[in-house]
Each structure stands twice: as structure tokens, then as C-alpha cells.
């Protein structure tokens, strides 16, 4: 088994990028006074400018998995994998993706918005922040656990936060 040089840790809002604040605070708009926002509340629309780097994920909660049902295109791309329609679980390689399900399942048990910073070897380095934002079904309780997660990454390996299309995979998109 390859070793990835796998290592993730929560970072405080205070050492965020001001592109990942704007992110936050338009959830932040939304949110109820307990609990998350709705899922009606993820307009594409808010975040014409960061799309690419966004993810919708639903979260199926018995036995619990993670669902991406968006999947950005510079994400996509710089992994050259595909995942919608897919569990975080069928993400290659393994090994990265059951510490990002670990990553998303503690995000899943607080219920509040979390920023994850990643850093792993692959072909070449990837080091990003995580933004993960919870959403409560349209018809539930906002105060119940969410339903879905709106992702925002931000590569630490560019200026602007952006990801190349790069990665090596045996994978197709």
C-alpha cells in the first residue's frame, strides 16, 4: 500500500482565506436562529464565482455515507474522478477517501460548519482548505442533524485558490 503522507486538521475561522469567510457568510445568511439552513437554500446562483470548487453531498444517515450529488468541475478535474451519484467510499485512492470520510462524519456529529486543512502526496502534492457547510432537509426540523453538505476547496498551491487539472489517476471522468 502507497503511503500518502495522508494529514488533515480543523483550522479556526480567524486563519481563513477572505474567499472562504464570503463563502461562510452567505450560509450564514440563511441560517436559522437554531440549527442549519434549509438545502433549498443552496442557490448556485450565490456562488456563480466559486462553482467549480463547490460539492453537494447527501448524507444518508443509516448506515451513515456521504452521497456527492455535485461535484465541481475544477475538483473533478484535478482528481480526474467523478463522483456523482457515488459514496465518498468509491473515491480512488482508498485511502484518501476513508480519511475524508472520517473527515465529513465528525463535520456530520457537531452539525456546524467546519474548515478542514489537507495535506497529502499523490503524484505530486495536495494541500487545500475544506470549507463543509451544513444543510437541514427542506422539510425537517433545522435543528435535526443535516441532511446534505455544501464543500468549498481552496488549493493552498495557488494564488487565487485555484485547482489544476493535473492529478494522475487510472480513473475515468
Known sequence: MPNYDYTSSLIDFSDAPDEILRVLKIWQDHKPAQGNPYK??????RYRKHLGRFCVIEIQKDPLDFIYRLDGTEISSSSNEDLRGKSVLDGTPSEIYQNHFKEFKITFEVAVPQIWKIFYREEEDCHYLRLILP???NDAS???LPSY???YCYSLLSPEGHFEASRHSTSNI
Open 40 to 45: 433549498n437554500e443552496m442557490d448556485p446562483l
Open 135 to 137: 444543510y437541514a432537509q
Open 142 to 144: 433545522a435543528e435535526d
Open 149 to 151: 453538505f455544501m464543500t
